[in-house]
């Protein structure tokens, strides 16, 4: 670890704690799960989900996937300008004059329309560059692709456009219920997008259709290739799945600690009212750093290996927690928002649990305040 690094470790009032060695487990986890034989695409959309795509792409690069997933282009561009030279698909759909700039930096498109076929297929012949695309097959999620049973419609027209130099590379499908525990979807969807396939999908195509919670739970579906998002990041795929192992942790230090008497109100609206003498300490980190405003007089920390709880709403920079019964908390002490101390945790999932929404968000929102510290 760079010492840089290691000096905003202790100058930082919070940061983000990222595990390299459990990142790179998390994969291997998936790599034995569907076998080595099938190719792995972690997806690294959204700054790899908040983590920092830099350091979660070279964590990646030894175990040779067989591509990056994205949603935009500018993440594209961000990978290739950080040297990645793998394939780079991006999924989501993209404007049409967006095509341009992703033939210039070698990016897989993924496409929905014939009319974005078109638009990509124009971006490569003005450019002079070969391009490759993969074909997104909606068969339930109702946010992009073509028509499942559309098929022999259009499988014909985008069979006509290629040529050498626009490949068709992959063709895919994305399950929308893959964390719940009845699978029946997952297998009425896989049913449909087969039923493309076979309708003349050339065999040298790249077929995938599983994400994290596939992946683990239907395993003969990986077909090709999979595309682990969550999992690798540490957010569990479905209740009933394997946990993954824990990869990121949020700490935040305790910037003032206070002796309170009994009537003492804390944060904006007074919310919260000590109804004996207390002891609070702040913590620096608020909902400006992406804790979610939402624990405000219901979420905990760990301080010292013991559960404190929120008090208060949390302010943009601040959250007040109780340590009345945690002896001994002084200014400087770390806090654990996410993450172990001791023998004690709190998962990101909890979190997201008891605010409503779901690992992804929680760690999205971390934001760009809160330095990210790799250990190794
Ligand atoms: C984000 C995404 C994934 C990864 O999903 P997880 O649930 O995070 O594993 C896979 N495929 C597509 C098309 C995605 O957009």
Redesign the pocket.
Known sequence: MSTERGRGFRDSRAWVEIDRQALRANLETIRRRVGSHVGLIP?V?ADA?GLGVGEVVRTFEPLDPLAY?V?AVQEGIDLRERGVTRPVIV??PVVDDECEDAVEHGLTLSVSSMQSLRALDRASQVLGRDTAFHVDVDTGMGRSGFDWNRGPEWIPRIAELQREGLAWEGC?T?FHSA?LTDPVTVHEQWARFREVVDAGVDERVCIHAC???AALSVPELAADAV?????LFG?R?GETLDAPAPVVSLRARVTLVREVAAGTSVGYGATWVADRPSRLATLGIGYGDGFPRALSNRGRVLIRGSSAPIVGRISMDVTVVDVSHVPAVECGDVATLIGSDGSASISVDEVAESVGTIS?EVLTQLTARLPRLWRD
């Open positions: 997806m959309k989900y997933g949603a999924f989501s895919y994305h964390d994400n994290s919670a595309r682990p998002g969550i999992f957010g795929a992804y």
